[in-house]
DNA sequence: TGCTACCGTGACAACGGTGTCAGGCGGCCC
DNA sequence: GGGCCGCCTGACACCGTTGTCACGGTAGCA
């Protein structure tokens, strides 16, 4: 093998329209003209200019148009989420796409780990690239910087969690009537010690969750047992741990509800671990793939997220787009799916 | 509600580095050299750049930047996915933005759906914005797209599936070893009649994986039986019904190897429909969340997905860094993780 | 025939920045 | 005191493209 290194690595350098002018014979106007489909060329210029094109494997660059283009959008927006990964985030990553598609735009997807250090420096760096708008999922209580975005005239999308200030458009779900359902759910299955696992109250949707539970509870005449709510689960482990903790108690509870997807499957593992799957009742908020396939089924709380992505897409397009209608907040509501798990009565 | 249509809304222009200049009161040039950090600038008038750009608010323009610029980099690159809400893809989405964040770069992400056509619309979109390099995992048979870039002289990289051709570089999968590897597993445990179910074998990685069955069969004493052999399969339902027609052969199988997520999760469920989950091997390839909650917990060859996109991202910024190497080819070898439903002995 | 009304085309400036280079200034050495 | 050096700084051209406007030419009309 030879290295070729200090060869004529040199390539030709990429082509402008320049170069395309000069092999059609014809002015850079006409060339941007044709490249741009607007009208009054002549079929024969814009043939020459086509095959020149061809030729040289001209692209256009967008960036140097959109510089001098007098709306100076750039065709790119950004979406900002906890985590790609993540198949909640991932699913309506995909759905924004689908979108942004529609109108010609691409997408930027960059993941905060919910770290508000992070979330200010890709706010940064897509600020930078002049995108045409922003989709976030905020990544702390302090939603200062993307509204500062907002104010320099960058729309924004708030997506799961709302803007409390009002000020920008939001898409959210209604976290705290999905969790009321779920807890009534397991009230109608003769449930009375229904345990509470979550995340940290502050972050917003944990809290509505709470909440929610909270409020069925209540409706439902029973009362709060604090020894049967456990916050600030962080991950699959802790919840498996919390739950294993309440299942030791005296009076262990029949049913749980689980607020949050990886907190529904640290509690699957402690029941399976204790061999009370079929015997204690579940139901996780978020939907999650096979969740049907497990015996018993688990029965959630399910968000829609193509729908969420596509709603938060399209506002911020309509935005874009020039829409100076006031801020918009809309809240879709979640539905429960009886799988199984759910419906087990109490022993 | 009064509708503002009409008001002054027109922002007040957002800065730029002139304006910058002016509250400044120094040249453009060294509002520049300040926003670069490039040496050579009084302390006293840094500070005062500094202010202004606080003051109003001024974002560097990169896209006007990088076209001045001698390198002419745009801190940006393209990942060309099958479908960025695909566990498999999205998990990889996050490797290569883990790379791409640590050179300051930010990453588009887009779906193909292994539509060629689509394919060839994103790669012209990429190509328009000048994204410094590409990462691929290619839609159909023909790279020509995807190579034509490289010719023009952005760095592609191909995943998952190789360019065979060999002028790019990629990283890939010994799918064949880990499908060779996934069925010796089963004869180990005692299985002579073992079922394949996979994908089209146009698809590269089917039909390595399919090689590396037929391999092992025949390294194992056995032959290749037709009626256990099952091709284009193109989602779980179809699965399943592949998997359901096997079982009521005269001489039904008693192990199955999935060669692909999907399919693996159509084969369950047909084991569970027939209460075989206890009594027919599978060994999946690809793991899958959850796979070890389901009972038994399911067998399968995993990659090292994380690997994988690491690694095409060291490469493809090595090469946007100048690297002149020769095209490197990259195999991850995947590996067996027995949790059960592999482990299972013919009755 | 003379006038206007278009039509296709190109010259030129401008978008927001950076590379290049020359000039001003202070300090140091002879 | 003159010459030289190095450090800051700004003027200017230019990156690749599009908006504006003026040009020459042809068609339409009185």
């Known amino acids: 093998m030879t290295t070729v290194s200090g060869g004529p690595r040199t390539s030709p350098r990429t082509a402008t329209m320049r170069d395309v002018a000069a092999v059609a014979g014809v002015s850079l106007k006409t060339v941007s003209r044709v490249v741009n489909r607007e009208a009054g060329v002549s079929e ?85 690239r002049k995108v045409d708008g922003l989709i976030a999922v905020p990544a702390g209580q302090d939603h200062a910087g993307l509204l500062h975005e907002h104010r320099l005239g960058t729309p924004v999308v708030f997506v799961d969690r709302p803007d409390l200030s009002g000020v920008a458009d939001s898409v959210t779900v209604d976290n705290r009537a999905g969790a009321d359902s779920a807890v009534r759910h397991l009230q109608a299955h003769g449930h009375r ?21 909270r409020e069925a509870l209540l409706a439902g005449g029973l009362s709060l047992v604090p020894e049967l709510v456990q916050h600030d689960i962080l991950n699959t482990a802790e919840a498996e741990a ?12 029949s049913a749980f509800f689980a607020a949050q997807n990886l907190v529904t499957i640290g509690t699957l ?68 799916i009886p799988r199984g798990s759910g419906e087990i009565a109490p022993s």
């Open 269 to 336: 593992r402690a029941l399976q671990a204790a061999q009370l799957s079929r015997t204690v009742a579940v139901v996780g908020f978020d939907d999650f793939t096979l969740a049907n396939l497990l015996e018993p089924g688990i029965t959630v709380v399910s968000q829609d997220v193509n729908l969420i992505g596509r709603k938060a897409a399209e506002l911020l397009f309509g935005r874009i787009e020039g829409s100076a209608a006031a801020p918009q907040h809309i809240v879709t509501r979640p539905t429960l």
């Open 44 to 128: 024969d210029l814009e043939e020459r200019v086509i095959d020149a094109v061809q030729l040289l494997g001209y692209r256009h660059n967008l960036a140097a148009s959109s510089l001098r283009r007098t709306d100076g959008k750039t065709g790119t927006i950004g979406l900002l989420l906890e985590d790609v990964a993540n198949p909640y985030f991932s699913t309506l990553h995909r759905a924004v796409e689908n979108v942004a598609r529609r109108h010609g735009s691409l997408t930027f997807a960059a993941s905060s780990d919910a770290d508000p250090q992070r979330e200010r420096e890709l706010l940064h760096a897509l600020a930078s």
């Open 242 to 253: 919390a739950a294993i903790r309440m299942l030791a108690l005296d009076q262990p509870p």
């Open 193 to 213: 010690r229904i345990a509470y696992l979550g995340d940290r109250r502050e972050i917003w949707t944990a809290d509505q969750r709470y909440l929610g539970y």
